[in-house]
Structure formats: structure tokens, C-alpha cells
């Protein structure tokens, strides 16, 4: 499909190619929406096997972003860039000096953050040349690991989906199965652990899975591969996209389905499924989106109360959310969308009321007999 039509059908509103041959930086940024503010979104490293393949991507999260902040309720819209290299071999100060000043040439309608292969040191790196960055190190007046609040984001939307299947919030007894406990998955652990949640937790980094046996000693480990067939009340995704499919679907036995990994359902047809099935899926990018409401307050100056109460609303969210699922009858996953989208609507709607205005400011302005002469 030729660029163009690639960019309106996804809705983009722009897309910046960027290269420097001089350290070998190659760069998109994509800005899908900036609606409801600015758009946010991390860089990712990663080594493309192609340029497709790499527009492909940043397409694809960028939106995902714009419905992120959205149904947050940020004032931000959606963005996303990545940079074609080999994080183990092409990460240099330079590369990364000279991405912040393309990052400062958009003035602010891009802001960046660390995401897959894109570290606090290398954003430290593209802060040296621009301010529209965050994420940045709690030193330097960033907000440091979002881990633990996207953790806290995970848990508040996974209280909502007890209330709504158990009639309370509370997670004490409850059994929870946690694929992939990695940063979130940690961090998920210890909160559910605290409060009196019976752990079954699985995966593939044998350092992960010590930490764990030190931190978490309560909670048992099962191998990769049994981790869907777990008798649970909550199936917890923290590892990989995708892992709710044709495979999994049918041995999953848990009544809830929440955790932290982006782009759960490997198709959207498996929300209807989970629907019919009577499983309640809990929307991924509205509990995963603790990590985005923690660094999006980095400007107004950060503050862990200030983050925590944001953080917190997500129970409440995820709670009109299943209510939009029952009165529209349809899945989780599109009233999540739905929400976003009317939000997004809505918002558009009260910008153009003021544009009558700022016409009528400039009466005497002729711009198209100007070119004509
Ligand atoms: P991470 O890389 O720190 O942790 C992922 C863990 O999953 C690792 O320990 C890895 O070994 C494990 N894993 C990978 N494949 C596995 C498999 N097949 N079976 C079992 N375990 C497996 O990543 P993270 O930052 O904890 O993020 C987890 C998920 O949440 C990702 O999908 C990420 O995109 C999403 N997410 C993270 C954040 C954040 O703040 N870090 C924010 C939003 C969304």
C-alpha cells in the first residue's frame, strides 16, 4: 500500500522520516492525533528487517496511544516514533543528541518517553537537546521506573473486575495466575501478595524467576506452558501481546482476564469470544496506561501522591466500561474503544466553536487575491 494511503486510512495526521548519516540515526516519528493535546508516546529501538516493517509498527502503536491517552483521560494525544538499529550495537550519545534535536524541531507536538530497547540513559541523552521528553530520571526531575504504577494501574482494574464478577474489590483469597514477571509482573506480584492474593506466577528469565522465590517466596511457580491450564479466579498477562488466541482460549479457567501486556486478544473476534464464554476481559491499554498517567504530569512537576491519585481513577473507568459493554451489548475491548472515541468526538466538537470566532477576527483578509496577483 503506497505511504498515503497507509497514513489516512489509520488516520494519521503526520508522519516525520528523519536520518543523520553522520552518527546513523533513522528515525519515525508518527503523530496520529493531537486532538486532545500533544502527542506522547515512547521511542522504540528495534532492528527492523525493513522500513515497511518499521512504519508498519509506528503506525500501529502510535494509534493505539491516541486511544490510550484518550480513555485516560489525559489531555494528550497519540504518538509514537521508533529508531531502525541494533540496540546492542548502534546506540551512541550522538544518535541519540541528534534524535532529541529532530524531537525539539517538532515544537512540541511530539513528546517522547523510554520504551522497548530505549532507556532512562539514552533519555537522558535526548534531554540534553530537547524538553519534550519524559520519563527522564527522578535526578533530573523525571518520574523515574514507571513500573510500579503501572503495576498499581493493573491492580486498580483488576479490583473493578472483582467487584463486578465477586461483588467486592477486595483480592484477599483470591487466586491470581501471572504470566511474566518481569518489571510490572514484579510489581504486581508484591502488591497482590500484600494483600493476601494466592499467587501461581510463571516464566522464561531465570534471574526473574529468583527474585520472585526472594521477594514473593509465597507465591508458586509453574512452568510456561501450564500457566493457562492454572484453576484461578484471574489470569494475569504480563509477558507478551497476543497470548489470548485460538490456542489459549479454550483452557484458560479463569472468570477474570487482567494484566499488563499490550495488545492481549490476538484478534478482536476473541473479545466476542471471552464475552460468550462468560470471562470477563478487563480493556489492557486503559489498566496498562498507569505508566503514561505517571510521566504525563512530569511538566505540571511530579509527584507520587499527585500520580497515585490519578492511577487510582482506573477502577472507576474500568467499571463504566463494563457498564458501556452491557447496555451496548458488546465486548470490553470495543466499548474501551467506544469511550475513547466519544471522548475524542466530543472534544473536536467544542475546538471548532471558537474557529467561527477567530475568523471573524480577520475580516479584511484576502490570502487568495494576494496569490492570484
Ligand atoms: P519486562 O520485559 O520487564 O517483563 C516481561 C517478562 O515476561 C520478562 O520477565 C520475560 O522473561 C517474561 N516472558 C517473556 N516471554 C514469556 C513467556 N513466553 N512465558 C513467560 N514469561 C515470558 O516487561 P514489562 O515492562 O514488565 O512489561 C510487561 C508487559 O506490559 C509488556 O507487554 C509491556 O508492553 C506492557 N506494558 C508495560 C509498561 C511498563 O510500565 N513497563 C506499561 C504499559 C504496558
Redesign the pocket.
Given at each position: 500500500m503506497a505511504m498515503f494511503e497507509h497514513i489516512s486510512t489509520m488516520g494519521h495526521e503526520q508522519v516525520i522520516y528523519f536520518s543523520d548519516p553522520s552518527c546513523n540515526l533513522k528515525a519515525i516519528v508518527a503523530i496520529h492525533d493531537t486532538t486532545l493535546g500533544p502527542a506522547l508516546g515512547g521511542t522504540r529501538m528495534w532492528p527492523y528487517a525493513s522500513e515497511q516493517e518499521a512504519l508498519m509498527d509506528v503506525l500501529r502503536l502510535s494509534r493505539g496511544m491516541t486511544y490510550k491517552a484518550a480513555v485516560s483521560g489525559l489531555n494528550l494525544g497519540g504518538g509514537k516514533a521508533v529508531i531502525i538499529g541494533n540496540p546492542k550495537e548502534d546506540k551512541t550519545e550522538a544518535l541519540f543528541r541528534s534524535y532529541g534535536r529532530l524531537i525539539e524541531s517538532l515544537n512540541g507536538r511530539y513528546i517522547t518517553a523510554e520504551d522497548?530497547n530505549v532507556t532512562v540513559d539514552d533519555i537522558e541523552n535526548i534531554f540534553v537537546e530537547t524538553n519534550n521528553v519524559v520519563g527522564v530520571a527522578k535526578v533530573h526531575g523525571g518520574s523515574g521506573?514507571?513500573?510500579p504504577?503501572?503495576?498499581l494501574g493493573v491492580f486498580r482494574g483488576m479490583e473493578a473486575a472483582l467487584t463486578k464478577v465477586f461483588g467486592s474489590r477486595n483480592v484477599s483469597g483470591k487466586v491470581v495466575a501471572i504470566?511474566?514477571?518481569?518489571?510490572?509482573?514484579?510489581?504486581l506480584s508484591k502488591i497482590l501478595d500484600e494483600r493476601g492474593a494466592k499467587i501461581f506466577y510463571?516464566?522464561?528469565?531465570e534471574d526473574?524467576i529468583q527474585r520472585m522465590k526472594e521477594c514473593v517466596p509465597k507465591a508458586e511457580y509453574v512452568k510456561?506452558e501450564e500457566?493457562f491450564d492454572v484453576p484461578c479466579d484471574v489470569h494475569t498477562?504480563?509477558?507478551?501481546?497476543a497470548?489470548i488466541n485460538d490456542e489459549t482460549i479454550n483452557r484458560l479457567k479463569a472468570k477474570i482476564i487482567c494484566?499488563?501486556?499490550?495488545?492481549q486478544l490476538a484478534e478482536n473476534r476473541h473479545g466476542t469470544i471471552l464475552k460468550e464464554k462468560n470471562v470477563l476481559y478487563v480493556p489492557?491499554y486503559l489498566i496498562?496506561?498507569?505508566?503514561?498517567m505517571n510521566v504525563s504530569i512530569e511538566f505540571e512537576g511530579w509527584s507520587d501522591t499527585k500520580s497515585r491519585r490519578m492511577i487510582d481513577n482506573i477502577y472507576n473507568t474500568t467499571l463504566n466500561i463494563f457498564s458501556i459493554s452491557e447496555t451496548e451489548n458488546v465486548p470490553v475491548n470495543q466499548a474501551t474503544d467506544l469511550l475513547a472515541e466519544k471522548r475524542i468526538e466530543s472534544i473536536k466538537k467544542i475546538k471548532t466553536s471558537y474557529l467561527g470566532n477567530v475568523a471573524h477576527r480577520f475580516p479584511g483578509r484576502k490570502r487568495r487575491h494576494y496569490i492570484d496577483v
Open positions: 522497548v521506573n514507571p513500573a504504577y503501572t503495576a504470566q511474566g514477571v518481569g518489571a510490572v509482573g514484579f510489581e510463571t516464566d522464561i528469565n526473574n510456561p500457566i498477562p504480563c509477558a507478551l501481546g497470548s494484566g499488563a501486556a499490550n495488545n489492557d496498562n496506561a498507569g505508566g503514561l
